[in-house]
């Protein structure tokens, strides 16, 4: 799937999510993984997207593609690269809304 379509879908995962604020947004973003066929431990997901988060923050991953390949290596083992960058697109939402540009950024270049 070309990144182009994945922004286009995390546009929508976005304005899906700012509609009617829930208590839990750990809930919520389970919720959106698993309308891409991501299942897990919610617990173990929600820490995975907010520390793919703070890796961006800090530096630690220099943009969003590096983010999304670590994401990869932490998802289950037939995870396609199409589900890595949706659930770092429903992270940013959920967790670090304030990186949008850097995914944005890399959704432009791989399309």
């Given amino acids: 799937m070309k990144l182009a379509r994945l922004a286009t879908a995390f546009a929508a995962a976005g304005i899906a999510l700012a509609a009617p604020a829930h208590a839990d947004v750990d809930t919520d ?10 299942y897990g431990p919610r617990d173990q997901y929600a820490w995975l997207g907010k520390i793919a988060c703070e890796r961006l923050d800090r530096g630690v991953d220099p943009d969003a593609s590096a983010s999304a390949k670590f994401i990869l290596t932490n998802l289950p083992l037939h995870s396609t690269t199409a589900q890595a ?21 890399a959704a432009e270049q791989h399309s």
Avoid: M, V
């Fill in 29 to 38: 973003f389970a919720n959106q993984l698993h309308t891409y066929g991501i």
């Fill in 85 to 105: 960058w949706q659930f770092l697109g429903a992270a940013i939402s959920a967790y670090c809304p304030e990186q949008t540009p850097a995914w944005q950024f």
